[in-house]
T-cell receptor, first 112, second 113 residues
Framework: DGGITQSPKYLFRKEGQNVTLSCEQN?????MYWYRQDPGQGLRLIYY???????QKGDIAEGYSVSREKKESFPLTVTSAQKNPTAFYLC???????????FGSGTRLTVV | AQSVTQLGSHVSVSEGALVLLRCNYSSSVPPYLFWYVQYPNQGLQLLLK??????LVKGINGFEAEFKKSETSFHLTKPSAHMSDAAEYFC???????????FGKGTLLTVNP
């Protein structure tokens, strides 16, 4: 079945460490997105990519980095520069404007 | 620029009662509008979408929403709540050249027996 796979589901990181969250899709979607979700704040856009080898900053890109070397993959790195990284991270992809997004099941990152 | 306002961060209804979740949007271009549902520790699932066809949109699980341009609203309704409807609901708007989705802050629906 087609879909988006995020791994791992739970991730623990020590302060000062970088960590990479995986997002893979087999839907043949061109556009992919990373959102951060905090209680009561909805979803905030971190980065997005509309084609391979191209990506743009979203509303809260500071302390994060991405790459898009393959159409299927859009990994997110949470760097030590991110001051408050504990959150639920969601990856999504889109086929076209009127289809909405397909979401992965999320990764919950906790800094310990 | 586009934005979404969901009125009420928490709505509580009795099982069998009407569900009404409110969403107002602003968009400088004709919008696409979406409702998503999220269960705890899961991703978001598309409930329904408006893409400039019929203004009354039917979705999954008995939900529907009506696009009212004059009121810039896209409220979500369900005639009779079920316990399994308890979840968080997000309204989203898409428009402009890159069609990014902008989400509201969400409404947590509680269904009481």
């Amino acid at each position: 079945d087609g879909g988006i796979t995020q791994s791992p589901k739970y991730l623990f990181r020590k302060e000062g460490q970088n960590v990479t969250l995986s997002c893979e899709q087999n839907l043949n979607h061109d556009a992919m997105y990373w959102y951060r979700q905090d209680p009561g704040q909805g979803l905030r856009l971190i980065y997005y990519s509309q084609i391979v080898n191209d990506f743009q900053k979203g509303d809260i890109a500071e302390g994060y980095s991405v790459s898009r070397e393959k159409k299927e993959s859009f990994p997110l790195t949470v760097t030590s520069a991110q001051k408050n990284p504990t959150a639920f991270y969601l990856c999504a992809s889109r086929f076209s404007a009127n289809y909405g997004y397909t979401f992965g099941s999320g990764t919950r990152l906790t800094v310990v | 620029a586009q934005s979404v306002t969901q009125l009420g961060s928490h709505v509580s209804v009795s099982e069998g009662a009407l569900v009404l979740l409110r969403c107002n949007y602003s968009s400088s271009v004709p919008p696409y509008l979406f409702w998503y549902v999220q269960y705890p520790n899961q991703g978001l699932q598309l409930l329904l979408k408006y893409t400039s066809a019929a203004t009354l949109v039917k979705g999954i699980n008995g939900f529907e929403a009506e696009f009212k341009k004059s009121e810039t609203s896209f409220h979500l309704t369900k005639p009779s709540a079920h316990m399994s409807d308890a979840a968080e609901y997000f309204c989203a708007v898409s428009g402009g050249s890159n069609y990014k989705l902008t989400f509201g802050k969400g409404t947590l629906l509680t269904v009481n027996p």
